[in-house]
């Protein structure tokens, strides 16, 4: 990816129209212990409905979460959002659609047992995938591995593996956050738009390849995946405080 220099300046020459795709955890937010232990700003719902009016409401928020949690964590806000990695989507004020079929109950069974096998392991289970979160216990990170292998050869065919912060979850083979992008930039709020994606995880990588693809912009936040020396972004506070000067410089006041 190009340097955040480089980056910056093509953002800052540029007039072109933008839609802007965020990651939640670890890009708005800071990651915590767990799932439900992230504090999110009180401003972050105003800062977010700012954006989305100074972008004629080409912002989505792209995520590994479920949408009825992202939309817990934003309330009273309801972004359009693509859930778990593209597995679910909602548009302005319509109903979640989900696209892809839930995990097999025996796979769920199955990996729902690791979090009485190994310590310091939380299980997070979704309609179409699941999380297997281990930051209390890096170290088991090869074992949650090889089981979730097993799991998905056996149990889950069509599913595959992928890792996170501290996380393995079991997805849809079929879905990336990449192709929510892809499939969001062809609805008229967002055609004709250049994609600018914030992440800071290896499952952001395949929305960063959309970005760049479409004629966008990719940048990184710092954290186990990106270094802060090549993270374009140190931090989410550094994120937000971007977000408000991009909603501002495109006319955006409360």
Not at 29 to 52: F, K, N, Y
Not at 243 to 248: G, R, Y
Request: charged content about 25%; overall charge negative.
């Amino acid at each position: 990816m190009e340097g955040r220099l480089t980056k910056q300046s093509k953002f800052q020459k540029s007039n072109a129209g933008w839609a802007v795709f965020l990651d939640f955890d670890g890009t708005l937010v800071d990651i915590a212990p767990s799932p439900e232990s992230i504090h999110v700003p009180g401003e972050l719902p105003t800062l977010l409905g700012r954006l989305d009016a100074a972008l004629g409401g080409a912002l989505a928020i792209v995520t590994g979460r479920s949408i009825e949690a992202i939309d817990g964590f934003l309330a009273p806000l309801r972004p359009i959002t693509a859930g778990v990695h593209g597995a679910e989507l909602r548009l302005r004020h319509e109903q979640i659609i989900s696209t892809a079929l839930p995990l097999p109950p025996a796979a769920v069974e199955a990996v729902s047992a690791l979090s009485n096998k190994v310590d310091g392991v939380r299980v997070e289970i979704k309609r179409s995938s699941l999380a297997v979160h281990f930051r209390s216990n890096p170290a088991a990170a090869r074992e949650i591995e090889e089981e979730l292998r097993r799991v998905v050869t056996d149990r889950a065919s069509g599913f595959i593996i992928r890792p996170g912060r501290m996380v393995y979850e079991v997805l849809p083979s079929h879905v990336s956050k990449g192709g929510a992008i892809d499939a969001l930039l062809e609805l008229p709020l967002f055609f004709g738009r250049r994609p600018i994606v914030i992440g800071d995880d290896l499952s952001d990588e395949t929305a960063f390849e959309t970005a760049e693809r479409r004629g966008g912009l990719a940048f990184t936040v710092a954290g186990e995946h990106f270094s802060q020396e090549s993270a374009d972004f140190e931090s989410p506070l550094e994120v937000r405080s971007w977000l408000a000067a991009f909603a501002a410089r495109f006319g955006a006041h409360d």
